[in-house]
Structures are given as C-alpha cells and as structure tokens.
C-alpha cells in the first residue's frame, strides 16, 4: 500500500516536472517572438510609385496607411491611375519580422498583395518585399521587388531648417526711401530663391529702386510673419514700397497690409490668396504639418480673416496676381498607362503636390495652389495677369521659364 502511495507521489512529481517546463518553454517562445515582432506605432503613412523607366512617367501612384492592433493592420491606401482617385482599404497582420496584407479596391484590377519585411536603410526605416499585382502584366502571380517609403512627414526636421528673420538690403539707387521694392519668398523656401531674378534686373530698375530681401520663418503663423515685416519696414524708414512675393510670402505681405502697412503695389506670383486644400494633409505633405502651413487652409481662421479685414480690402485695388498652371496626359504605351507631364522642367514637391490634388477634384493648379486662388477670383483686384500655361508653382520665380514675370518686373 505504502509503495503504491510512494509511486503515485512520483508519478504526481514527474507529471509536474513536465508541465512546468513546457510552460516554461511555451513562455520563453512567446517571448522570443514578441521580441522580433515588428509594431507599427500608432497610425505611420507610406508611399509607393510603380514607375517606367522614365521617371517623368509614373505608372502608379500610392499613398496609404498602416495602424496594428496585435498582430492585426489595417489601413487606407489611395492610387493615382485616372482623372478622378480611387480609394480603398489595407487589410493585414504581421507575423513575427514578416509583413503582410492586401490592398482592396471598388475595382479590383488595382488590388495588389504585398508580403515582406521592416529594412532599415542609412538611418531611415523602409518595408521591402514583393508586391503581387494584376497591373504589372495583367497576371495575379506577376511579382515584383519594391521599396516602400515612410512619406515625407518623417525627413521635415532634416529637409527644413528654421529661418532666421532676415532684412537686407541688396540694392542702393541713390533714391529716398519712397521707391524700395521688397522680395518675398514663398514656404520653404528663403533669400535665395531670389538669386536668378536679381541677377536679370536692369540697369533702368536698380537705378529707379533700392531693393530689399525679407526672409521669414514659414513655420511659423502668416500674421507673426507680416507684423515683423511691419518692424523691419518701419525701421528702416521706407514708406509705401512696392512688394513682389511668391506663394506664402503673398500672403506675408497682406498680413502686413491688414496690420495697417502701406504698400504702392503688391505682385503676387502663385499666392494661395484664398487657401490651398493641400494644407489638410498634413499627415501626408509634410511641409503642411507647421502652423503657418495650416494658416492655408481654405476655412482656416487665418485666411478667412484676412478675406474681411478692412486694410486688405481698401488696398486691393493695388494688387496684381500672377497664376501658372501644371498639365499633362495620360497615355497608353505598350499596353500600359503612363501619365506624361507637359514639361520635362517641373519640380518634384510641384509633381507630388499635382497627384494629391485628385483629392479634392482636381482643380487646374500649378502643383501646390488652386488657380482660381491664385488670382483671388471672386474678389476685386487691380489686375489679374493672364495664366502662365506649363508653369509650375515652384518656375512662377525662375526668370528664364515665366519671362513674363520677369519681363513685368524690369518694366516698374
């Protein structure tokens, strides 16, 4: 009896033994895959263009989303293909260091599978894989190799440095203060940007005129950026100067007027007078993820402010507005679609920024501004010069491409 007690209580023991380590064992498994399982912290934004072998003819354009929930991800995902977006969902999960999901469309010829891998590449993280489409060849089982980027978001700190203010004068006629003409830059940008332009100024204008450089933090809001321009101005004594500004630095210089400046002229080249609707995607263009960026927004506060300040509306009659315009077509090559852009001179953000207007429309543009707010349609102006047809946003500034402008200026 005693044995048989003594044998149970071992049998009891080993059977113990054996659970425990196979807990044991289980545990140190799932620990060891939730160490290399890939997390994809809250929702990150990524892209990918499926190009020819021409780069100024994009194949297929995608921009989507990605959120996990444990091992589940899902998302949005956009393609650029036609006139008008399509819109679908990701579907997926991650399993241990592997990635996987599938991108569903209303129209399934634009589906596409996608299995791979996190890739980190000269510091920046990348998904590296196969991407598996019936619109590579018109086969599902058609695969290819791709690299898919994180958007634009994650590289702003490095691509866009904060501007010091800056007031300079870089032309003296030997004039009173009455007859200054100040340059503006536009977002992104900075004194340079003006470089080409003041080197093709006549000799009759830098004679007529002293000329001034004024660089500002674009990052910053639009009105903290006119009220400088407002100090600068004052303090260097001039008095009713004429302003040419391109893009955001249109709208700098009704910030000033609306903080009561005097101006003699304002010239204005692709000013988003009435807002730009790119500005509401700043999860994906990164350059409008900044305050002053979103004082572009069509209903932001600032622009819909500046639309019914009463300096802005007496001083109206003294503005004259410049817009260019982006084209291009789609064309069939090889039984494959290519988008074939007009000219072979378009900035790449200009490129990127005409893909993402098929979101709201596609309204004419010159890749960053709505034409109709670039000539302020709707409202009472000076004068609105005639559209600068195949000028990107970006060439409105670069004397040797709209030589209107630049032909308009020498005349002043």
């Known amino acids: ?5 003594h044998c149970n209580k071992r049998l009891i023991f080993l059977s113990l033994l054996v659970i425990l380590t196979l807990v044991f064992s289980c545990r140190k498994e799932e620990d060891s895959q939730l160490q290399t399982q890939i997390h994809f912290s809250g929702t990150s934004f990524w892209e990918c263009s499926l190009m020819e072998i021409n780069e100024d003819t994009t194949m297929h354009f995608y921009l989507f989303s990605i959120s996990q929930d444990g091992k589940v991800l899902s998302g949005d995902v956009y393609v650029r293909d036609s006139l008008t977006p399509e819109e679908g ?13 599938t991108a569903y469309f209303p129209d399934d010829e634009y589906n596409f599978y996608f299995n791979g891998i996190l890739e980190d590449i000269d510091n920046e993280t990348y998904l590296g894989g196969n991407l598996k489409s019936e619109l590579l060849s018109g086969s599902p089982e058609e695969e290819m190799q791709v690299l898919i980027s994180p958007s634009l978001e994650f590289n702003c700190p490095d691509f866009f440095p904060t501007n010091p203010y800056v007031f300079r004068k870089v032309n003296s ?3 009173p203060g009455d007859s200054a003409v100040i340059f503006i830059h536009g977002m992104t940008g900075d004194l340079t940007h003006w470089d080409n ?3 093709q100024l006549s000799d009759d204008f830098r004679k007529k ?7 500002y933090n674009w990052k910053d809001s639009i009105n903290i950026n006119g009220k400088i321009l407002l100090d600068s101005i004052t303090e260097a004594g001039l008095s009713n ?15 000033y007027i609306a903080n009561e400046g005097e101006t003699a002229l304002l010239v204005t080249l692709g000013t988003p007078h009435l807002g730009s609707p790119l500005a509401k995607m700043a999860n994906i263009i990164c350059f409008m993820n900044y305050p002053g960026s979103q004082d572009l927004r069509p209903d932001g506060n600032f622009i819909q402010k500046l639309l019914t300040n009463e300096y802005d509306i007496q001083n109206r009659e003294k503005y004259v507005v410049y817009g260019g315009q982006m084209k291009g077509k789609f064309k069939i090559v090889k039984f494959k679609i290519k988008w074939i852009w007009a000219e ?16 709201f429309g596609s309204p004419a543009n010159d890749g960053l501004v709505p034409i109709t707010s670039a000539f302020f349609e709707g409202y009472d102006i000076l004068e609105r010069k005639p559209l600068l047809e195949w000028v990107d946003h970006k060439n409105l500034r670069n004397p040797d491409i709209a030589t209107e402008v630049m032909d308009y200026i020498n005349s002043l």
């Open 1 to 5: 009896m005693s044995h048989n007690i």
């Open 89 to 101: 969902i990701i579907q997926g999960k991650v399993k241990e260091d592997s990635v996987f999901f």
């Open 173 to 175: 006629s030997g004039h």
């Open 197 to 199: 332009v003041l080197a």
């Open 209 to 215: 005129y002293d000329v001034y450089l004024f660089q």
């Open 241 to 255: 100067p004429i302003i040419i500004a391109h893009s955001m630095g249109g709208l700098v210089a009704r910030a």
């Open 344 to 359: 072979d001179y378009y900035n790449i953000v200009d490129k990127v920024g005409y893909d993402a207007f098929i979101f």
